[in-house]
């Protein structure tokens, strides 16, 4: 089942803040976070393990809740270079490694 | 030089024509993908491998099959190619060591086939 991602699309002003989040109905093992940029590949930006600690680099970080079955990625401080469109994909243990990924959360960032 | 190249990356066919799609990877990665990807829809798992004896079905493998011909290239057929297979398609490469939870997957740049 695909994990829900909220919200859908946003849209900010340079140096606004953004949380995105992640849901999934099963007990999730790690979330990894795409971005895609109109037309381009998805770029990986983080994994989250369960169990881990939160992660982040530059002014982007996310966090694992495993009670919630949850993962949120926070964007502080939003440059133009954001905008794009983030992905959630979400692995659920086991021997089959795959990941599921959700439809994804459009983030706009104007001047 | 890109990692993970795939060709064609444009293609219009009509119904009903054999279609194949090629996907490359000089990373030395084991595991390698194929998804497609709607607008709204997200990317959706259609087949993957292990290595070149193991290929498994992802979600919405129906209309399509899939050749590892070596550990660097994975093709995607679409034996008789109907209208709602238009989408964008991606392939995807990942290690295959270690914690298969931390494996970083690399996407190839993407394949926009129209069929008509």
């Known amino acids: 089942q695909q994990p829900v991602q909220s919200p859908q699309a946003v849209i900010l002003r340079e140096g606004e803040d953004a949380v995105i989040n992640c849901s999934s109905s099963?007990?999730?093992?790690?979330v990894h976070w795409y971005r895609q940029k109109h037309g381009e590949a998805p770029v990986f930006l983080m994994i989250?393990?369960?169990?881990?600690e939160q992660k982040g680099h530059d002014k982007i970080s996310a966090s694992f809740n495993e009670k919630k079955q949850q993962s949120s990625l926070y964007l502080t401080a939003s440059q133009l270079s954001y905008s794009g469109t983030y992905f959630c994909?979400?692995?659920?243990?086991?021997?089959?490694?795959?990941?599921?990924f959700g439809k994804g959360t459009l983030l706009t960032v104007n001047p | 030089d890109a990692d993970v190249t795939q060709t064609p990356r444009n293609r219009i066919t009509k119904t009903g024509k054999r279609i194949m799609l090629e996907c490359s990877q000089t990373?030395?990665?084991?595991?390698m993908y194929w998804y497609r990807q709607d607008p709204g829809l997200g990317l959706r798992l259609i087949y993957y491998?292990?290595?070149?004896?193991?290929?498994n079905k992802g979600e919405i493998s129906d209309g399509y099959s899939v050749s590892r011909q070596a550990q660097a290239k994975f093709s995607l057929s679409l034996e008789s190619a109907i209208p709602n297979q238009t989408a964008l398609y991606f392939c995807?490469?990942?290690?295959?060591?270690?914690?298969?939870?931390?494996?970083?997957?690399?996407f190839g740049p993407g394949t926009r086939l129209t069929v008509l």
């Open positions: 994909g979400t692995e659920n243990g086991g021997s089959n490694y795959k990941l599921t």
């Open positions: 099963k007990a999730l093992y790690s």
């Open positions: 989250l393990l369960k169990g881990g």
């Open positions: 990373k030395g990665h084991d595991r």
């Open positions: 491998s292990f290595d070149v004896k193991d290929i």
């Open positions: 995807a490469s990942a290690l295959g060591a270690g914690d298969l939870s931390t494996d970083t997957q690399y």
